[in-house]
C-alpha cells in the first residue's frame, strides 16, 4: 500500500504548478514574439516638411491636414527634428509684433526646432521605442533607417493598436 502511494505522488503534479509551468512557457514565447515586432514593422508615415519650408506655410499645412506635429528634413530626407503646434504657438505668442505676422513668411521652420531629433531605426524593438516614448513623455518618435532618412513614425497608436494582443 505504502508503495502505491508514493507511484501515485511522483506520477502526478499538482495542479497548480502545471498552470504555472504552462503561464510560465506562454509568457516566454510571447515575450519572443514582442521582441521581434520592430518600429519598422508597424510604423506610420511620417508628416514630414522641409526644413527651409517658412514656419506660415508649415503653419497652414498642419491646420489643413489637422496635424499636431512635423518632422522636419534637409533636403536628403534626413531627420533635422521635430516642431510640435505647441512650439509654434509659443514661438508665435513671442514674437509677434503690432498683430503682425509676416515675419513668420521669412522664418525658416527649422528655426522652430529647440531639440535635437530624438528617433529609432527600422530595426529597433517596438517596446525599446515606447520605452523612449513613456521616458521622455513623447506622443510619437521618428523612425530612420540606416543612412538616417525618415521613413516614418511611431506613436502612442501605433502601440495602442499592436500590444494589445501580446497582452491579451
Request: with cysteine; glycine share 4%; proline share 4%.
Amino acid at each position: 500500500m505504502g508503495l502505491l502511494k508514493s507511484r501515485k505522488r511522483t506520477a502526478t503534479m499538482p495542479r497548480n504548478r502545471v498552470v504555472e509551468m504552462a503561464t510560465r512557457h506562454v509568457h516566454k514565447r510571447t515575450a519572443r514574439e514582442i521582441r521581434k515586432v520592430t518600429c519598422g514593422r508597424v510604423m506610420l508615415p511620417a508628416h514630414e516638411v522641409d526644413e527651409l519650408d517658412s514656419m506660415d506655410r508649415v503653419m497652414r499645412t498642419m491646420i489643413a491636414k489637422d496635424w499636431d506635429h512635423v518632422m522636419v528634413t534637409d533636403d536628403r530626407g534626413v531627420l533635422v527634428g521635430r516642431v510640435h503646434a505647441v512650439d509654434l504657438l509659443k514661438l508665435i505668442g513671442r514674437n509677434r509684433i503690432n498683430r503682425e505676422l509676416h515675419w513668420m513668411e521669412a522664418v525658416p521652420i527649422s528655426e522652430a526646432v529647440t531639440q535635437p531629433p530624438l528617433q529609432v531605426s527600422t530595426r529597433t524593438p517596438l517596446m525599446a521605442a515606447v520605452a523612449l516614448l513613456l521616458t521622455h513623455d513623447l506622443n510619437q518618435i521618428a523612425v530612420v533607417d540606416d543612412e538616417g532618412g525618415l521613413v516614418g513614425i511611431v506613436s502612442n497608436a501605433v502601440v495602442a493598436r499592436h500590444l494589445p494582443r501580446f497582452l491579451l
